[in-house]
């Protein structure tokens, strides 16, 4: 099992245990926990309403790339630990980590 801990715009936190393998990302797993995030593109890498911050466990997680990367440029809120949850795969590197929910409520 994958463990890691997710914060809502409340201040909220909440482990989360998610099996190994599951082939979802991030939103997916926020989406299905019935986490109140937009996510308006479904995952492309668009619309960065889904945004979150890593608090804890950025460097274990594999380096963004460029679309992502662009998305957070349009972002007032965005810094350096922030993220697009879409583009986070659910795998062993989010083992331990912290992530805030920053995106668009829906």
């Known amino acids: 099992m994958i463990n890691f801990t997710?914060?809502?715009?409340?201040?909220?936190?909440?482990?989360?245990?998610?099996?190994?393998?599951?082939?979802?990302?991030?939103?997916?797993?926020?989406k299905g926990s019935?986490?109140?995030i937009l996510a308006t593109c479904?995952?492309?890498?668009l619309c960065a309403t889904c945004h979150?911050?890593?608090l804890q466990g950025l460097d274990a997680l594999p380096p963004a790339q460029d679309a992502e990367l662009d998305?957070?440029?349009t972002l007032p809120d965005a810094e350096e630990d922030s993220r697009l949850s879409c583009q986070i795969r659910v795998?062993?590197?989010?083992?331990?980590?912290?992530?805030?929910i920053k995106?668009?409520?829906q």
């Open 6 to 30: 997710i914060e809502d715009r409340d201040g909220t936190r909440q482990t989360m245990e998610i099996p190994e393998g599951i082939s979802l990302s991030l939103m997916e797993v926020l």
């Open 34 to 36: 019935d986490y109140n």
């Open 42 to 45: 479904g995952g492309m890498a």
């Open 52 to 54: 979150v911050q890593v």
């Open 71 to 73: 998305m957070l440029d």
């Open 91 to 100: 795998d062993e590197s989010l083992e331990g980590g912290v992530f805030r």
């Open 103 to 105: 995106g668009a409520e």
